[in-house]
């Protein structure tokens, strides 16, 4: 009898039967008889911490599809300014024997490339800042003015945009410490507080409650009837350029008590099977599907699992797969 040990969906559904059975209960007590826990605690506390619950775990699905998008925008910038830092390089290279030959060639980055660290990247981006600043200044018939990108970048545009790159890390790890606090937050509700309620809202229903009593054997359960769990299905996915979505394709479930595949997934690289999203729920006859959800903008990235569900409330995950909009797939 452990509520730890059920996924973030399940707990939930657990804790609304069990909020529907103890309505039940005081029903059948009657007003200024309701059942009430240690502390004076109520099913209208219980409620109110419910609906808590429910909110931190909503405000948990929004900030990791902020992460996701945060990532994907860190992303766009960073080969953005890849672009921008060698296009620069390009440029400056192509005036070469013209600034040495007026003793002007200003010290130039490295190439980079979009494999490099955001540090990295934007270290190159200052030299060049500090070069584009220097030729900025040089007056030659030979020479633009002012001296632009072959794409139209100025330096101040390349400026904003180096302020803007080297900020995405931090927007990124403050997104994640607002994910982790409200985890946190979550998961101390969920197995501290509310764990303890259940386990004593179940032995006060069975002590006062004889054996076989309807209320009784309505009591939620907090493992599933007796039966054995699907074995995992093996999931592989790719993106489709054409379409613009990822296809899912999973082997069938030989288990005889199946009753549905269910597509769950995560928005920022990695999968947590605390924080997963329930996108689609698929019928048994079904082995693939098509979405873009967490993969609208290119570079975004999704990772997915199919869970097999019985009708008796068993589930088993499958392999995880990540996909990337214009990219393979990684399967795990």
């Known amino acids: 009898m452990n509520m730890k040990k059920l996924s973030i969906i399940n707990a939930l559904v657990f804790l609304l039967a069990m909020l529907r059975h103890w ?26 911490d419910v609906e808590v619950l429910q909110g931190l775990v909503d405000n948990q699905i929004v900030l990791r ?32 024997a013209l600034l040495k030959e007026l003793g002007l060639m200003p010290v130039l980055p490295r190439s980079v490339n979009i494999g490099l660290s955001t540090m990295k990247i934007a270290e190159a981006g200052v030299i060049a800042k500090e070069a584009w600043t220097s030729l900025m200044a040089i007056t030659h018939p ?9 794409d139209g970048t100025t330096l101040a545009a390349f400026d904003t945009e180096l302020g803007t790159f080297r900020q995405s890390d931090t927007e990124v790890e403050n997104a994640r410490l607002a994910a982790k606090t409200n985890r946190i937050q979550r998961d101390n509700l969920l197995s501290r507080k509310l764990h303890a309620y259940v386990i004593e809202y179940r032995r006060k229903i ?26 995992p299905v093996f999931l592989t996915g790719s993106w489709n350029a054409e379409t613009g979505k990822a296809v899912l394709n999973w082997t069938a479930s030989a288990h005889a008590d199946l009753a549905r595949y269910q ?12 924080e997963d999203t329930v996108v689609a729920n698929v019928e048994k006859g079904t082995l693939t599907f098509v979405t873009d959800v967490g993969l609208a903008t290119s570079g975004s990235i999704a990772s997915f699992k199919v ?25 795990a």
Not at 206 to 231: M, N, V
């Open 307 to 331: 869970y097999a569900m019985t009708n008796r409330g068993r589930e088993r995950g499958s392999n995880t797969v990540t996909i990337t909009h214009d990219a393979a797939q990684v399967a």
């Open 263 to 274: 597509v769950r997934a995560c928005f920022d690289g990695t999968y947590a099977t605390d």
């Open 142 to 150: 030979d020479l633009p003015n002012p001296f632009v990108l072959n």
């Open 65 to 96: 599809n902020q992460i996701a998008l945060l990532v994907q925008q860190r992303t766009l910038k960073r080969a953005s300014m890849v672009n921008h830092i060698n296009g620069f390089i390009r440029k400056v290279r192509s005036y070469e």
């Open 206 to 231: 069975q002590d006062q409650y004889p054996l076989y009593s309807e209320i009784r054997e309505s009591l939620p359960r907090l493992t599933p009837p007796a039966g054995t769990t699907p074995a």
């Open 23 to 48: 309505l039940s209960v005081n029903d059948l007590r009657g007003a200024g008889h309701e059942l009430l826990l240690k502390l004076q605690y109520s099913l209208v506390l219980c409620t109110a």
